[in-house]
């Protein structure tokens, strides 16, 4: 079965500083896709990025980058330039391709909450 | 109009009461899904269709139901509401191929008192 760990329960981060939020996942399957989610106070889930198991290249959406490590299996979640909007919470979350024992799901870690400084 | 749509907003019920969530979407997606989210466990997947006739239970169905009434509707039921289902519901759609994203709804939050 598939599993999304994120340990960090709380992260800070100045304004104008970059922050990492990190994200691992187990899966047995080849073929997945990663995504990350923004979920500000107001509670609606935003898409961030994308990252699949056969990209060679890590994933870019403007100031979010995913930091991808097949081998380790973790795809923390960077954002540059950090801004007071950029407080909330994240999630890392997992779909596995075909084949995979839980083909279709879409699985989601406990959620970072970010807290950005002035 | 939001892709995906639930009603209601709020909801505070009493326990024992039966009360249902529902979730539309104009995505035109086929696979759909209900979670609750509850503080430091994230979201946990409750139900989830990947068409009208293919529904599965997710790791947490235990006092819950579905109903999938057409590609665009699936509802989900407290048939008899316990305080511990207080939580943020969340609708999601998606399409088949693993690199689409979820589109979710606006959340509902049901007390159960």
């Known amino acids: 079965a598939q599993k999304i760990t994120q340990t960090q329960p709380g992260m800070f981060v100045q304004e104008k500083e970059a922050v990492t939020l990190d994200c691992t996942y187990d899966?047995?399957?080849?073929?997945?896709?990663l995504f990350w989610y923004k979920q500000p106070s107001s509670g609606e889930m935003i898409f961030l990025i994308y990252?699949?198991?056969?990209?060679?290249q890590n994933a870019t959406e403007g100031r979010y980058s995913l930091n991808f490590q097949k081998a380790r299996k973790s795809a923390n979640l960077v954002i540059s330039a950090s801004q007071l909007g950029d407080s909330a919470m994240y999630f890392c979350?997992?779909?596995?391709?075909?084949?995979?024992?839980?083909?279709?799901?879409?699985?989601f870690g406990q959620g970072t909450i970010l807290t950005v400084h002035p | 109009d939001a892709d995906v749509t639930q009603t209601p907003r709020n909801r505070i019920t009493k326990t024992g009461k039966r009360i249902m969530l529902e979730c539309s979407q104009t995505k035109g997606h086929d696979r759909m899904y209900w979670y609750r989210q509850d503080p430091g466990l994230g979201l946990r997947l409750i139900y989830y269709s990947f068409d009208v006739k293919d529904i599965n239970k997710g790791e947490i169905s235990d006092g819950y139901s579905v109903s999938r009434q057409a590609q665009a509707k699936f509802s989900l039921s407290l048939e008899s509401a316990i305080p511990n289902q207080t939580a943020l519901y969340f609708c999601?759609?998606?399409?088949?191929?693993?690199?689409?994203?979820?589109?979710f709804g606006q959340g509902t939050r049901l007390t159960v008192v």
């Open positions: 999601a759609t998606s399409g088949a191929d693993r690199n689409t994203e979820a589109f």
């Open positions: 990252q699949g198991s056969y990209d060679e």
């Open positions: 979350a997992m779909r596995e391709g075909p084949g995979g024992t839980s083909y279709g799901k879409l699985t």
């Open positions: 899966t047995s399957d080849q073929s997945y896709g």
